[in-house]
């Protein structure tokens, strides 16, 4: 499965995007889907994963109350709704498939990624 991100920018503190992750060459339907972000400089960090029913969601602790991962199975998209950005949010954002591995019952790795989309929030 292919698997591209859009929908990152510039925003001020305090906005909101929403990221969208368009799936080809294979329904993700069957897939658990997560995002990931990468800030310059550090490793790359887990932010939100949605089991492929929508049933189960999870996120890391930097972003709950704040993002809301979901999906459109009919569309093969998943989404990240990120409100109240803050400049430690800036980062590149990936969009990932289909579990490999748990860490401590989270998606903690997968096996298709996107390309990435640039989310800079300022102050």
């Known amino acids: 499965v292919q698997l591209q991100a859009s929908g990152g920018g510039l925003v001020q503190a305090g906005g909101s995007l929403r990221l969208s992750c368009v799936a080809s060459?294979?329904?993700?339907?069957?897939?658990?889907m997560g995002w990931f972000r990468q800030a310059p400089g550090k490793e790359r960090e887990f932010v939100a994963a949605?089991?492929?029913?929508?049933?189960?969601?999870w996120y890391a602790d930097a972003v709950k109350g704040r993002f809301t991962v979901s999906r459109d199975n009919a569309k093969d998209t998943a989404y990240l709704q990120m409100n109240s950005l803050q400049p430690e949010d800036t980062a590149v954002y990936y969009c990932?498939?289909?579990?490999?591995?748990?860490?401590?019952?989270?998606?903690?790795?997968?096996?298709?990624w996107g390309q990435g989309t640039q989310v800079t929030v300022s102050r």
């Open positions: 990932a498939a289909r579990v490999l591995k748990y860490v401590a019952g989270v998606p903690a790795d997968f096996d298709s």
């Open positions: 949605i089991s492929s029913s929508s049933g189960n969601t």
């Open positions: 060459g294979s329904t993700i339907r069957r897939y658990h």
